[in-house]
Structure formats: C-alpha cells, structure tokens
C-alpha cells in the first residue's frame, strides 16, 4: 500500500511540475506578453491591494469587485454589507477598474424594492480614482433625514445602520461597431469595467 501511495505521490508532483510550474518557466525565459484579460487581471489585483491599505487603520472586514458592462441603457447593480451596528466602519472604494465613462455610486439604509429608502451619499462620475467614505456622516444623514419626517427624538437617538446598500449605477453607452478582418462579420465590442470596494471597521 504504501508502494502504491509512494508512486501515485510521484506522479502528481511531476503532474504539477510540468503542467503547471514549467510553463511558468518557459513564460518568464521567452519574455512572452500578458494577454490583454492577464494584464487585466494583474491590475486588479494591484487594485484589491490598495483599495483594503486605504483601509488602515482600520480592522478589515471584507471586500467584494463588481464587474460590469457598459449597455446601450442606464442600469444599476447593488450590494448589500452587513454592519456591527455600535462600530463606526470605513468603505474604501477603488475606481480605477472604471477607465470609461464615470459611474455613480449611491449609499442607501434599505435595498432598492423600498421605496421609503433614505439616499445617504452620492458621487457622481467616478472613474480611475480612489476615496473612503466612513458610516457616521452616514449615521447624521438618516437621523436628519427622520427628524424631517417627523419621527421622535428619542427614536432618532438609538438610530443605527444594520445595512448598508451599494448602488452602481452604470450609464448607457453607445456601442462600438467593429468588423473581423478575416470573416468580414460586424459585431459589437462589449466595454467592461469593475470596482472593487474594501470594509473594515473601528476595533477600540
């Protein structure tokens, strides 16, 4: 039994040998170019690596990319982050994944199918930037938002986010119309973008 465990070990490291660490090799020997999407995703990951330092000092909790496209029609899309409702949290957001039109970034208390929810921040045309927004200024916001609307003191003093809600609203673009040189066949080209958002929060 051992025997047999023993060769099987051989055959999956020399399996990870020349599958996968020798074309590593050969890549860095030649000098071959990344692709377009590797380069891509070497950027990205540059960017996860500066969006959570925006963080500091700050504990980090999670972080959560966004891909998208850019469509011939406006459209968002929306994430949900989960707060500990006494800590005061920083969101760093990284927008340098967004090298075309500018996109606009909402902060909402409720997900979108409410319609009583309360707008607590908003930036308009972000594209290859970086910036944090922090929960108190937040806080402030929806207390006055429910002073104004009548609603008790003493209520309004124990206010807190539970959730927060993310919108991503992505502008319509005309599409680029190209044509394959070999096949003569016209097609559409398909402009992405991603923001990566980073969430850490105050541990004293």
Same mark, same amino acid.
């Given at each position: 039994?051992?025997?047999?465990?023993?060769?099987?070990?051989?055959?999956?490291?020399?399996?990870?040998?020349?599958?996968?660490? !020798?074309?590593?090799?050969?890549?860095?020997?030649?000098?071959?170019?990344?692709?377009?999407?590797?380069?891509?995703?070497?950027?990205?990951?540059?960017?996860?690596?500066?969006?959570?330092?925006?963080?500091?000092?700050?504990?980090?909790?999670?972080?959560?990319?966004?891909?998208?496209?850019?469509?011939?029609?406006?459209?968002?899309?929306?994430?949900?982050?989960?707060?500990?409702?006494?800590?005061?949290?920083?969101?760093?957001?990284?927008?340098?994944? =967004?090298?075309?039109?500018?996109?606009?970034?909402?902060?909402?208390?409720?997900?979108?199918?409410?319609?009583?929810?309360?707008?607590?921040?908003?930036?308009?045309?972000?594209?290859?930037?970086?910036?944090? =927004?922090?929960?108190?200024?937040?806080?402030?916001?929806?207390?006055?938002?429910?002073?104004?609307?009548? !609603?008790?003191?003493?209520?309004?003093?124990?206010?807190?986010?539970?959730?927060?809600?993310?919108?991503?609203?992505?502008?319509?673009?005309?599409?680029?119309?190209?044509?394959?040189?070999?096949?003569?066949?016209?097609?559409?080209? =398909?402009?992405?973008?991603?923001?990566?958002?980073?969430?850490?929060?105050?541990?004293?």
């Amino acid at each position: 039994i051992m025997k047999e465990i023993n060769r099987n070990l051989f055959f999956s490291l020399v399996f990870i040998f020349v599958f996968l660490l !020798v074309p590593q090799f050969e890549s860095q020997r030649g000098g071959e170019e990344l692709t377009p999407y590797q380069a891509y995703l070497v950027e990205l990951k540059e960017y996860r690596r500066n969006c959570r330092n925006a963080l500091k000092p700050f504990r980090y909790d999670g972080s959560l990319t966004t891909h998208f496209s850019y469509k011939e029609y406006t459209y968002a899309k929306e994430v949900e982050i989960a707060t500990i409702q006494k800590e005061e949290y920083r969101l760093s957001f990284n927008a340098m994944g =967004v090298k075309n039109d500018g996109i606009t970034i909402r902060i909402y208390d409720k997900a979108k199918r409410f319609t009583s929810r309360t707008l607590l921040y908003e930036k308009e045309n972000v594209s290859n930037t970086e910036f944090t =927004v922090e929960t108190t200024p937040l806080v402030d916001k929806l207390k006055e938002a429910k002073r104004e609307d009548g !609603v008790e003191e003493n209520i309004i003093a124990h206010l807190r986010l539970k959730k927060l809600y993310i919108d991503y609203i992505i502008p319509a673009t005309d599409r680029v119309i190209e044509m394959d040189q070999e096949t003569g066949v016209e097609y559409k080209v =398909v402009t992405k973008g991603a923001i990566i958002l980073a969430v850490g929060y105050d541990n004293l």
